[in-house]
């Protein structure tokens, strides 16, 4: 089978002279042609591509992609038009459970998640007529999907969706936020799960992402309904407030059906009962796997090789380091920074001086409002300190929040030194299939890719990123922190990671910054700390106990008070066994 994708945000013929169809060779035979220009739209026929790839390397923009497939993938579910994305299969709801969704971006996890909650009808592949359930319910024939979409088109079944990008909360709405929420007992409730009760007294206006989060929680929430779906609920949150809010989905939603998709792998595994896993080339196509149990999903996941499938989906694993202790050599300190105070609109925060290894990645941990980011830019210089700093260093500065300009992404690079913006950050970052895309138009996980990349390509001696993993899946995430570690390593400098996703700070980091303390009124920063002891220190204060997987090694959660909870809080190792 062929899969042949264009990006038609991508596609300008008319600027390289269609191109692709004047070396293409089956066009050059002079029967029929596989590609073709339909009112201004380039086309390419999947059933007279060879696959020979000369369009896809040829083609200036970077629009066209070709997948050759060793088997049919059968009918997808849906398919957004010809040379577009299409999803084949579907996660299954199960009543009383949470299902978790994991993969790729790109390859169909909100788009099932939509066609789930009613607001997209499966076309089934033809996208020439409009879709209608009843092919919809024949197709599913025989399937527990039959009868949910049965009562879909009944009207029969209450959907709730919390979708993914918070942010229009604030563009779209105003004032307070009590005016948005129903008044009452059950309201107050619920946002005291989720540590979030001062939020009545707030306007939307000025609520961070990680508030904005909260309010879309507690709306789903406080709505009656049947099958509720989660769209990356952990974004912007910290680690005890992910802990809430898993806490809170299941407590209030015991009986009801869930659906999450989730990046963070310690909350997706603490918060299921059981996953799905989608594979497939992003913005092209992709595919579900049958329902696994969530500890072995997540397991075939991150070793790439899904078993009951007989499908390898990555031709490498992840495996997390299971050691405490850095490899990395040290000789003489590369940065050191005295102790010193910083405040910021009411907020003060102590830091306790400091050394900094040749080639080192420090992982910044704490709650939210604690100071992380206030730390980050007073070694950027953007925050006065006492006594002040005078580091005489150069410093890249990866901001929390990525604002990009309505400029095409090549000019962001423009002033880069082609030798600093490296192959590997390009290709690891997949920035070069984004050059010529708006910036400003980019999805979340797009901006953060592009906003590392920055950061990294210009030449410094410190680099500093405030929360790189949002908005990424597990695998660029991945990339992302070898990246990292692998500039730092070749450029001998040094960087602070700012992060809330733990397995992400233990993959990256070689020792830790502990930020402990009142959020929003004060913060103490411990000097880094080995990841052992840093990691108990930040676990106790949160009251959080993490084991790790005998096969993969990676973070997992332990449920309070159990045998493995308890046993490790009397031993004082909350993290590191």
């Known amino acids: 089978m062929r899969i042949a994708v264009i990006d038609y945000n991508k596609c300008r013929p008319d600027k390289c002279g269609f191109l692709c169809a004047s070396v293409c060779p089956v066009n050059k035979t002079g029967t029929d042609p596989a590609i073709t220009m339909e009112g201004g739209i380039v086309r390419i026929s999947e059933e007279l591509c060879i696959g020979c790839g000369i369009c896809v390397r040829k083609c200036p923009f970077g629009a066209i992609t070709i997948i050759n497939l060793p088997h049919e993938l059968g009918t997808p579910v849906h398919q957004y038009g010809p040379n577009m994305f299409r999803l084949y299969g579907l996660p299954l709801p ?15 996890k909100t788009t099932a998640v939509r066609i789930l909650a009613g607001e997209i009808v499966p076309n089934l592949g033809n996208f020439e007529t409009e879709p209608t359930y009843d092919s919809v319910i024949e197709f599913f024939k025989g399937t527990e999907l039959q009868s949910y979409f049965t009562r879909l088109k009944e009207g029969k079944i209450r959907l709730v969706h919390k979708i993914q990008a918070v942010d229009i909360i604030r563009k779209n709405l105003k004032g307070p936020v009590k005016n948005l929420l129903p008044k009452g ?26 508030e904005l989060q ?3 929680i507690a709306a789903a929430l406080l709505r009656e309904g049947e099958v509720y779906f989660f769209d990356e609920p952990s974004s912007f949150l910290d680690i005890r407030e992910r802990m809430r809010m898993s806490n809170a989905i299941r407590m209030v939603l015991r009986d009801k059906t869930v659906i999450v998709v989730e990046h963070d792998l310690a909350v997706l595994d603490y918060l299921s009962d059981y996953v799905f896993v989608v594979f ?8 579900f796997s049958g329902i696994k149990g969530v500890r072995e999903g997540i397991n075939q996941f991150l070793l790439g090789f899904l078993r009951e499938e007989n499908v390898r989906i990555r031709e490498y694993e ?34 306790e001086g400091g050394e900094v290894y040749e080639g080192e990645v420090i992982g910044v941990v704490g709650p939210n409002g604690i100071g992380k980011t206030t730390f980050v830019r007073a070694l950027a210089g953007e925050i006065e300190t006492d006594p002040p700093l005078n580091l005489d260093i150069s410093v890249s500065h990866k901001p929390q929040y990525v604002e990009l300009p309505p400029v095409p992404v090549r000019e962001l690079f423009k002033d880069v030194n082609e030798e600093i913006f490296e192959e590997e950050i390009r290709r690891q970052l997949e920035i070069d299939r984004l050059l ?10 797009e901006k953060q890719r592009v906003a590392v990349a920055l950061a990294l390509s210009r030449d410094a001696d410190l680099y500093l990123l405030d929360e790189p993993s949002a908005f990424l899946d597990v695998e660029q995430r991945v990339r992302v922190s070898k990246v990292i570690n692998r500039v730092m390593a070749k450029r001998k400098s040094v960087a602070f990671v700012v992060d809330h996703d733990v397995a992400f700070v233990d993959y990256i980091s070689d020792r830790i910054m502990v930020f402990l303390g009142e959020p929003g009124r004060e913060g103490h920063a411990s000097p880094p700390l080995d990841k052992r002891r840093g990691m108990n220190e930040l676990l106790k204060f949160l009251g959080i106990t993490f084991r790790r997987d005998p096969h993969t090694g990676r973070p997992r959660i332990n449920k309070p008070g159990s045998q493995k909870d308890v046993e490790q809080r009397r031993r004082g190792e909350y993290y590191y066994e």
């Open 94 to 108: 199960k009543q009383g459970s949470v299902v978790g969704i994991i993969g790729r971006n790109g390859t169909g």
């Open 185 to 210: 007992d059950r309201t107050r409730e619920i946002l005291s799960l989720l540590g979030a009760e001062y939020l009545l007294e707030k306007n939307v206006e000025t609520l961070s992402g990680g």
């Open 214 to 216: 909260k309010l879309a």
């Open 280 to 287: 497939g080339e992003p913005s092209a196509y992709g595919r």
């Open 318 to 351: 992840i495996v997390f380091e299971k050691r405490a202790v850095s490899s990395k050599p040290r000789t003489k300190p590369y940065l050191t920074y005295p102790s010193f105070t910083a405040s910021l609109d009411g907020f003060s925060l102590s830091v």
């Open 436 to 445: 010529d895309a708006d910036a400003s138009t980019l999805s979340g996980g």
